[in-house]
């Protein structure tokens, strides 16, 4: 059974850090790039970061730069999303979604459909 599960998501005031999880299982690892995505009441969904062994770290976003990284420990078949400065515009629902290599970084971004898998999300709240 293919899993995609987040976990680390919480409340934690502005200017504090979060760092989510997103723990695979039911497919090769290796072979799919791995995104986090967003989505905050009344908005549409916005893809944040990506990661693939092909593509490296791939910024969906600007907001975001210098702010937050991505990084996969792949022995574990994890990738985290590590926050830090987080602002009240960052609070939404956090997912991670996998789609195949190659090219999977960016098509995932721009075609919804090229995702494979979905995770079930993870809240994220930011207390000004």
């Known amino acids: 059974e293919v899993q995609l599960v987040e976990s680390g998501g919480g409340l934690v005031q502005a200017g504090g850090s979060l760092r989510l999880s997103c723990a695979a299982s039911?497919?090769?690892?290796?072979?799919?790039?791995i995104g986090w995505f967003r989505q905050a009441p009344g908005k549409e969904r916005e893809g944040v970061l990506c990661?693939?062994?092909?593509?490296?770290?791939?910024y969906y976003v600007g907001s975001v730069k210098g702010r937050f990284t991505i990084s996969s420990d792949n022995a574990k078949n994890t990738v985290y999303l590590q926050m830090n400065s987080l602002k009240p515009d960052d609070a939404a629902v956090y997912y991670c979604?996998?789609?195949?290599?190659?090219?999977?970084?960016?098509?995932?971004?721009?075609?919804?459909?090229?995702?494979?898998?979905w995770g079930q999300g993870t809240q994220v709240t930011v207390s000004s």
């Open positions: 979604a996998a789609a195949a290599l190659p090219g999977g970084c960016i098509l995932m971004n721009r075609y919804s459909n090229y995702v494979d898998f």
């Open positions: 039911g497919f090769t690892f290796e072979d799919y790039a």
């Open positions: 990661i693939s062994s092909s593509d490296g770290s791939t």
